[in-house]
T-cell receptor
Framework: RKEVEQDPGPFNVPEGATVAFNCTYSNSASQSFFWYRQDCRKEPKLLMSVYSSGNEDGRFTAQLNRASQYISLLIRDSKLSDSATYLCVVPTTGTASKLTFGTGTRLQVTL | ETGVTQSPTHLIKTRGQQVTLRCSSQSGHNTVSWYQQALGQGPQFIFQYYREEENGRGNFPPRFSGLQFPNYSSELNVNALELDDSALYLC?????????????FGPGTRLLVL
């Protein structure tokens, strides 16, 4: 099983739609998680952190299910500007803090 | 913007050559991590430097090496380039090491090996 798995998409949705992405992780000891957003040919940028059962920031909601080892990202009222790749990230702590990324899920919001 | 800068932005090399990529951290950050992102993949951890010492390494061969300087800027060196080394190389800076702190990415260096 891969450390972090995501559906690569693409997800094509109309403006105003609600879309959800899932991500599964293999390390049951992981305590915190991130969603990063990456625009085409740009660097990843932190979208949300998830430390407990979930987190909400405006139109974006991240939820964590530790029993099933998955994290989800829900985007409500999609905007054209939400078009990007969304990367699920599991940090590994210890001597070094390494980020393990999923392959990313591509979202295309259309008119 | 994150305040993390990288140079050069693009680079073309041929197989067997060596390359050095540079990264300047965000002010106040003492930890730099390097990642390789191949087309269509998520970034893969290469290594991390904390206070000028390598303190973690991913599954990359020894021909990938690095340095961190007293001002916390960093270099990634790749020897004996292979075609598969073509990728976007990202550096990320953060405060401290060992915890799940936020890492801030630079814009990356796009390397093409011919």
């Amino acid at each position: 099983r891969k450390e972090v798995e995501q559906d690569p998409g693409p997800f094509n949705v109309p403006e105003g739609a609600t879309v959800a992405f899932n991500c599964t992780y293999s390390n049951s000891a992981s305590q915190s998680f991130f969603w990063y957003r990456q625009d085409c040919r740009k660097e990843p940028k932190l979208l949300m952190s998830v430390y407990s059962s979930g987190n909400e920031d405006g139109r974006f909601t991240a939820q964590l299910n530790r029993a099933s080892q998955y994290i989800s990202l829900l985007i409500r009222d999609s905007k054209l500007s939400d078009s990007a790749t969304y990367l699920c990230v599991v940090p590994t702590t210890g001597t070094a803090s390494k980020l393990t990324f999923g392959t990313g899920t591509r979202l295309q919001v259309t008119l | 913007e994150t305040g993390v800068t990288q140079s050069p932005t693009h680079l073309i090399k041929t197989r067997g050559q060596q390359v050095t990529l540079r990264c300047s951290s965000q002010s106040g950050h003492n930890t730099v991590s390097w990642y390789q992102q191949a087309l269509g993949q998520g970034p893969q951890f290469i290594f991390q430097y904390y206070r000028e010492e390598e303190n973690g390494r991913g599954n990359f061969p020894p021909r990938f090496s690095g340095l961190q300087f007293p001002n916390y800027s960093s270099e990634l060196n790749v020897n004996a380039l292979e075609l598969d080394d073509s990728a976007l190389y990202l550096c990320a800076s953060s405060v401290g090491s060992g915890e799940a702190e936020t890492q801030y990415f630079g814009p990356g260096t796009r390397l093409l090996v011919l």
